[in-house]
């Protein structure tokens, strides 16, 4: 099974982006899921989580206000809507289960903010 992230991009500060993933090889509506981001020379963090049912969510206070998460399990995806993009944002955003599964990693989706 894996994940598999697409909607980066490069976008100027203030800009908004929105990320997409989907996964395969488990029961997807009975997983709780993440946005991790990376970058270089730090540890991955999470950005923001989402229960099973979408009940409930947790966004890292950095970013609160600006991003949010959200899944669609009939659709077997989860999303992050990133506005107001600020440099610090830059990274490869990945998503994963929580906590994650080391053998699921996918290519992540690179976001740059840059003017």
């Known amino acids: 099974g894996q994940f598999v992230e697409s909607g980066g991009g490069l976008v100027q500060p203030g800009g908004s982006l929105r990320l997409s993933c989907r996964g395969s090889g488990f029961t997807f509506d009975n997983i709780a899921l993440g946005w991790y981001r990376q970058t270089p020379g730090e540890a991955r963090v999470a950005v923001a989580t989402?229960?099973?049912?979408?009940?409930?969510?947790y966004i890292r206070p950095s970013v609160q206000g600006r991003f949010t998460i959200s899944r669609d399990n009939s659709k077997g995806a989860v999303y992050l809507q990133m506005d107001n993009l600020q440099p610090e944002d830059t990274g490869v955003y990945y998503c994963?289960?929580?906590?994650?599964?080391?053998?699921?990693w996918g290519q992540g989706a690179q976001v740059t903010v840059s003017s």
């Open positions: 994963n289960a929580v906590p994650w599964w080391n053998d699921y």
């Open positions: 989402i229960t099973d049912t979408g009940d409930d969510t």
